[in-house]
């Protein structure tokens, strides 16, 4: 079901809206029966803006909590009660795979995004994406979500991730230093805000290939400001990476 955003609602005193809604705690009750399902979450922040605001505030923290409990730990561990590019962001990454449109990104690579049902997320496969001045960062990184027979492009693998404290991240500090463009017209998936090319700022290490079991000259990323990082590689042929995994 596709319910057309409403913002009739203007949250005030006077709004008539506010009178018939349930109060948050009733709100967040309902949702913790429901196990903070992210389509009805999503359903409901499309009614108005006052459901809109609940959703951003407590629905969406809520559902990453429940979704990556320990991820979510570590990444509010530095004192903040936020992350960066709000919770919204955060619980899209988690279920969502990207994709790309054909002169994108990835060039003339088009996939359509999809949901997923669970994807693991790994603080140690981090570090393998980062030059080794950086890897004092933490970065988790999703396993790749594998495109098979993509024509000549071969079979392809998209992950996503996400830092710590970007703001203060050393590969932020380099993308700078290196006075790293941002992409003319492309914006995150996530949380809309601009993307640096880890490609195009050459800091993409040998390592991140290893990682995903990719050909090592067509691994490709993108951060935006907010921390969330997307790419795409092509994936080797099982035999292949499971001998490159035994030779690391």
């Not at 409990?69 to 960066?84: A, E, I, R, Y």
């Not at 203060?168 to 995150?188: F, G, N, Q």
């Amino acid at each position: 079901m596709i319910v057309a955003k409403q913002f009739r609602c203007i949250h005030s005193s006077s709004c008539v809206c506010t009178k018939g809604h349930l109060n948050e705690d009733a709100i967040f009750l309902i949702f913790e029966k429901l196990n903070w399902n992210p389509r009805l979450i999503a359903t409901l922040s499309c009614v108005c803006k006052w459901f809109d605001d609940i959703s951003k505030r407590v629905l969406w923290k809520e559902f990453c909590r429940a979704r990556a409990p320990k991820m979510m730990l570590d990444l509010q561990s530095s004192g903040s009660h936020n992350v960066d590019g709000s919770w919204k962001a955060i619980g899209k990454l988690l279920i969502y795979c990207s994709g790309c449109n054909k002169g994108g990104l990835f060039g003339n690579l088009q996939t359509p995004g999809h949901f997923v049902y669970r994807t693991r997320f790994s603080r140690t496969s981090g570090k393998s994406f980062l030059l080794p001045q950086c890897r004092t960062d933490v970065l988790y990184v999703s396993d790749p979500c594998e495109h098979l027979d993509q024509g000549e492009e071969g079979e392809m693998g998209f992950f996503r991730g996400v830092f710590k404290s970007f703001l203060v991240s050393k590969v932020r500090k380099m993308l700078i230093e290196r006075e790293a463009e941002l992409h003319p017209t492309e914006v995150c998936p996530y949380c809309k805000a601009k993307l640096w090319s880890m490609l195009q700022a050459k800091m993409i290490p040998r390592s991140a290939g290893s990682r995903l079991g990719a050909y090592d000259d067509y691994v490709e990323y993108y951060v935006c400001l907010n921390g969330h990082m997307l790419g795409v590689c092509t994936l080797l042929p099982l035999s292949d990476s499971e001998e490159a995994s035994e030779g690391e």
